[in-house]
């Protein structure tokens, strides 16, 4: 990423604050001279989204480039897809639209059919009196002011945006689940409602559900993970 780009904004927060893992000594090993970070409380605590809207809207403060690409912390892509993102930018792309693999108990599965496979990613040209008004808005609001110059949303189903969020191991994935009932931003379910949760997780873990299957391709952490 940090090779591919000519910018990159790095936000670390929440309404509680700033991760309180190795996240901010990882940041602060790649960011360079040119880049921004930026760390704090955002949004309210108890309202879904809330600070995902306010944290984007933060950052958007301190794009200075032509083209934006809103990237996760447990995202990447292979060096092929940076290097046509970096074509795509040089045309004058308005956006483009590529597909999303999203990795499940390992690297050795994935979520496939129904909604999964109506889930993509974009990157899109940047228009600095644009903000958030709800996650997607931006692109929408995009493509709407673009649209009178013929341009629209290019789709490249050769891209591939990988998901690593989902492949913690079933003991892992128990103690963040536990930890996220208890926050006051999401979950709040019951006992009896978590444990429903909790075996449907595990039914989809051995596949018990139709929507994960076996994958054998490459992916950019290959060799990088524990």
């Known amino acids: 990423m940090v090779k ?6 790095v936000i670390n927060g929440s309404p509680f604050g700033p991760s309180t893992d190795n996240t901010e000594k990882i940041i602060e090993s790649i960011i360079r001279p040119t880049d921004v970070y930026i760390k704090g409380k955002f949004g309210s605590e108890g309202t879904s989204n809330n600070w995902n809207i306010v944290m984007r ?19 990447a892509l292979l060096p092929e897809d940076w ?15 590529f597909s999303y693999i999203h990795f499940y108990m390992d690297t050795s599965h994935i979520l496939k059919g129904g909604k999964w496979d109506n889930i993509y990613h974009h990157f899109n040209i940047f228009q600095a009196d644009l903000i958030y008004r709800k996650l997607g808005s ?12 013929g341009s629209d949303t ?11 969020h989902r492949m913690s191991p079933p003991d892992v994935y128990k103690l963040k689940a536990a930890k996220f009932k208890k926050r006051t931003d999401g979950g709040n379910l019951s006992d009896e409602d978590y444990e429903k949760w909790l075996q449907n997780w595990k039914d989809d873990r051995t596949l018990k559900h139709g929507n994960v299957v076996q994958w054998k391709g490459v992916h950019p952490l ?5």
């Open 57 to 75: 809207n933060e950052y958007m403060k301190y794009i200075s480039t032509t083209h934006m690409l809103v990237i996760d912390a447990d995202e």
């Open 154 to 164: 290019v789709i490249d189903n050769s891209m591939r945006l990988f998901h690593y």
């Open 138 to 149: 931006f692109l929408e609001d995009i493509i709407k002011n673009n649209i009178v110059f």
């Open 222 to 226: 290959e060799g990088k993970l524990l």
């Open 83 to 97: 290097e046509k993102i970096r074509n795509y930018v040089s045309k004058g792309t308005i956006a483009v639209r």
């Open 4 to 9: 591919y780009s000519d910018k990159l904004v």
